[in-house]
């Protein structure tokens, strides 16, 4: 797949991605405009299930939905309160150093630059470009595991780790696909592109892709 190929294949997706439920960040952005429940959503989702992370977000933020708040909470509550997101021990205590340091270092408002954000404790490239991205409408592309295996499965990269194709990305995907590279992508993901057994012959997308045409097409 090449930048020609990509205009069709976006515009492609992106009305395939209508029929299916949005990633659950994206809907705690549309749902509540704030950042700080974006971010938080984000750490609750590392290694964790669209579904849980939701219930966890919902309950969690039913409780408490800002830094000042949450650091109030015992920490017992809050493990309590994400059970059983993957990794909820640790979580819960990155949940309250970053609610402590955004207080104490950013008057309570989640920065808007991936730097800074990368500062933050528990928050890596992934979680930084899904900030900007989803809560700032700033130019970034977030790599996760779904957005690393389908641009590599299209043959649009040829890389072994996220990082290596966030760094790709950057040098070829044309800047208006990036902010929303990532919803796209993750969307398709979960119910088409998935990680084991895609759903290839069934794919709108399929002529374009290196991994369809090696494997189905004689
Ligand atoms: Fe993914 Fe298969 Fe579609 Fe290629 S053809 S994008 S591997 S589902």
Redesign the pocket.
Known sequence: MNNKHIKIVIAILKEEVKKWKPPIVDEIEKQSKDPYLVLISCILSLRTKDKVTENASKKLFSLSNNPYSILKLPLTTIRKTIYPVGFYRRKAETIKRISKILIENYNGIVPNEIDELLKLPGVGRKTANLVITVAYKKQGICVDTHVHR?VN??GYVKTKSPHQTEISLRKKLPSQYWITFNNLLVT?GQN???PIS???PV????KY????NEN?VN
């Open positions: 389908i499965r299209w398709f088409l592109c998935r895609p759903k290839c794919c709108s997308i399929s892709c290196y991994y369809y189905f």
